[in-house]
Nanobody
């Protein structure tokens, strides 16, 4: 059974940094494209960043490009999101997602809360 476990969330001041991690098990990690999504209170879930199976190609939401970096370690079976220059509008629950290429569904983690506030 696929399992994704996010960690690294917390409370940080504006301008600060956090690094999220997602540990996976139960599926062949290297075969899956990976994504970070987030959902703020009262808002739709949105795609923050995407990385392909090789880790060589990444795409970002416009509002986080240049501040966030997605990466993966295919040996450790882990996904990361380095978040710098955090803003209050980055406050949300962040979710890890795995999707096999060509498929429309995928596997979700339970999320980790990120709160940016002074």
């Amino acid at each position: 059974q696929a399992q994704l476990a996010e960690s690294g969330g917390g409370l940080v001041q504006p301008g600060g940094s956090l690094k999220l991690s997602c540990a996976v098990s139960g599926f062949v990690f290297i075969n899956y494209n990976m994504r970070w999504y987030r959902q703020a209170p009262g808002k739709e879930r949105e795609l923050v960043a995407h990385i392909d199976t090789t880790g060589r190609r990444a795409n970002y939401l416009d509002s986080v490009r240049g501040r966030f970096t997605i990466s993966r370690d295919n040996v450790k079976k882990a996904l990361y999101l380095q978040m710098n220059s955090l803003r209050p509008e980055d406050t949300a629950v962040y979710y890890c997602h795995a999707r096999y290429p060509g498929h429309t569904d995928g596997h979700w983690g339970h999320g980790t809360q990120v709160t940016v506030s002074s």
